[in-house]
């Protein structure tokens, strides 16, 4: 059974400090990363994604993909209210295959 | 582009009965995608087509659910007969390419009572 396993929160951080998501996933093949955002409420959406090990930044959100470790991360610089949501982690296997998602992290973003 | 567009919104129906839920993907997209979110199991794939072809339907829950493609721009999941445990939201998503991900419709809420 293909995993991918995420610290459901809720992850409480000041506004403007740095929010860690971080989630793990077992098959080894895997080739695409995901991460989306999900308003209580409403569809994910997506947000960002990784291919190859290493940090992908755009805007305030970077990714950062080990392959080795089987470790995806999303960083939130200058957190904002705004930002308070679930997010879902999503990792494609081998091509070909649907994504499989993760719980969700619950973010909360205090004023 | 409207997105992908589900119906309905809500759906409130006594056990036994059969529910159907509506999606039509993004014009151009060519993979479709049903899950089902409830707050203990998260995201779950049900099924999904490509090309109009079914490719995965392994996380169909039993034979109670049933999925079609009859062409590109529509798709159907049919619960027969329907069951208190069904109560989820229905995402259905599109994809036109792998490495773009997936778009969400907005979801159909179920509940059977």
């Known amino acids: 059974q293909k995993e991918v396993e995420q610290n459901s929160g809720p992850l409480s951080v000041p506004e403007g400090a740095i929010a860690s998501l971080n989630c793990t996933y077992s098959d080894r093949g895997s080739q695409s990363f995901f991460w989306y955002r999900q308003y209580s409420g409403k569809s994910p959406e997506l947000i960002m994604s990784i291919y190859s090990n290493g940090d992908k930044e755009d805007g305030r959100f970077t990714a950062q993909l080990n392959k080795a470790s089987q470790y995806v991360s999303l960083l939130i610089r200058d957190s904002q209210p705004s930002d308070s949501a679930t997010y879902l982690c999503?990792?494609?296997?081998?091509?070909?295959?649907?994504?499989?998602f993760g719980k969700g992290t619950t973010l909360s973003v205090s004023s | 582009d409207a997105g992908v567009i589900q119906s309905p919104r809500h759906e409130v129906t006594e056990m036994g009965q059969e529910v159907t839920l509506r999606c039509k993907p993004i014009s151009g997209h060519n993979s479709l995608f049903w899950y089902r979110q409830t707050m203990m199991r998260g995201l779950e794939l049900l099924i999904y087509?490509?090309?109009?072809?079914?490719?995965?339907d392994s996380g169909m829950p039993e034979d109670r659910f049933s999925a079609k493609m009859p062409n590109a721009s529509f798709s159907t999941l049919k619960i027969q007969p329907s069951e208190p445990r069904d109560s989820a939201v229905y995402f259905c998503a599109s994809s036109l390419a792998e490495k773009y991900g997936y778009t969400f419709g907005s979801g159909t809420r179920l509940t059977v009572v």
């Open positions: 087509f490509n090309n109009n072809v079914p490719i995965d």
């Open positions: 999503a990792v494609q296997g081998q091509a070909g295959t649907a994504l499989i």
